[in-house]
């Protein structure tokens, strides 16, 4: 069990973050959070992480974690994919993350990334006979991309379930995003909308995808090779609740050109408009009505002014 700290730091303004990481089952300084070029998440991507965001609230001076043991779930699933563990818990996890966030003393809001890893050092890229263990950094992070988005499809296809699953966060999976992402990038937009190799829609470089048609809210299902997102099931959920119709079912990439309105979502990029796709304006050409209600409902909930959901967040400081 690793020792937590349960009264927060006192913050110095003027400092620069991350200072803490966590590695190999302890608390160590930034700048000694080195792992070894050896090993095999260095050499063949075998690893697995997860991406949370922290929103600070200045009312009540604090930060609330978004859905954290969704989050350390999910990655100790990725985990499973691997047919491998390690010895935390999902408890254990949140008690080092929020350890780690209170040794930083942020009083903003934050983006925290834990990642297990194979430590093995070895050239047989494999699944037996190695070790797996857990590290963690934090940082401070604003808007990811923005929040008003004009989007490509990608000439890159999603990776495929049977190639390397895309249910899992895995660390190598994401050379297919930098490939999207980049491709969208040196085209002149913000993102790539990628396709499943069945060439429908799957979702963005790091983000699920929502279109809105006649005043329903449809997504890709998670058997069209995407990313199981939390932010997706936040906002079905919300959708529900705020009495939007939803559908998940595969989307053609022709109707993206023809959706009222076109959402990404992740904790990344939170929920923004897609408002141009290959050169055609979505809807009006700015957020939709069912988008901005629903994103509306996600920054006032990841910012703890709504009790409703309160059980979607943990605060940090005590
Ligand atoms: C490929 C991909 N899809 C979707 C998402 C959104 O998932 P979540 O809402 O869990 O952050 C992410 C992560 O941000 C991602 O990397």
């Not at 200072?19 to 075998?46: C, H, R, T």
């Not at 935390?88 to 990334?113: A, N």
């Not at 993206?256 to 309105?261: I, K, N, Q």
């Amino acid at each position: 069990m690793v020792q937590t700290m349960q009264t927060p730091v006192q913050v110095q303004q003027d400092k620069k973050h991350p200072q803490w990481a966590f590695l190999e089952g302890k608390f160590v300084p930034i700048e000694d959070a080195k792992i070894s070029i050896m090993s095999q998440v260095v050499n063949y991507g075998i690893g697995a992480f997860g991406g949370l965001r922290g929103y600070w609230n200045e009312d009540k001076q604090q930060i609330y974690v978004f859905r954290i043991q969704d989050h350390l779930r999910r990655m100790l699933n990725s985990l499973k994919l691997f047919a491998n563990t390690i010895s935390f818990s999902t408890d254990d996890l949140q008690k080092i993350i929020l350890d780690l966030l209170r040794r930083e003393g942020y009083h903003e809001d934050v983006y925290i990334r834990p990642l297990v890893y194979n430590a093995t050092e070895d050239i047989t890229p494999r699944l037996y006979d190695v070790e797996f263990r857990f590290a963690c950094f934090t940082r401070p992070l604003g808007n990811y991309i923005s929040l008003d988005v004009r989007a490509c499809t990608s000439s890159w296809r999603r990776i495929e379930d049977n190639v390397l699953p895309s249910r899992g966060k895995i660390t190598g999976g994401y050379i297919n995003s930098a490939f999207a992402k980049s491709e969208a990038h040196w085209n002149g937009y913000d993102e790539a909308i990628v396709l499943n190799q069945d060439g429908h829609v799957a979702e963005g470089s790091a983000m699920n995808l929502f279109i809105v048609r006649h005043g329903k809210l449809i997504t890709p299902p998670v058997s069209d090779n995407i990313l199981e997102g939390i932010t997706r099931g936040s906002v079905l959920q919300l959708a529900h609740d705020l009495g939007v119709e939803t559908v998940e079912r595969s989307i053609d990439r022709t109707e993206l050109y023809v959706a009222d309105e076109v959402l990404f979502c992740g904790t990344g990029a939170q929920v923004a408009a897609v408002t141009e796709i290959d050169h055609r304006k979505v809807g009006t050409g700015k957020m939709g009505p069912v988008g901005q209600k629903l994103q509306d409902a996600y920054f006032s909930i990841v910012r703890g002014k709504n009790a409703k959901y309160a059980d979607w967040l943990t605060p940090v400081y005590s």
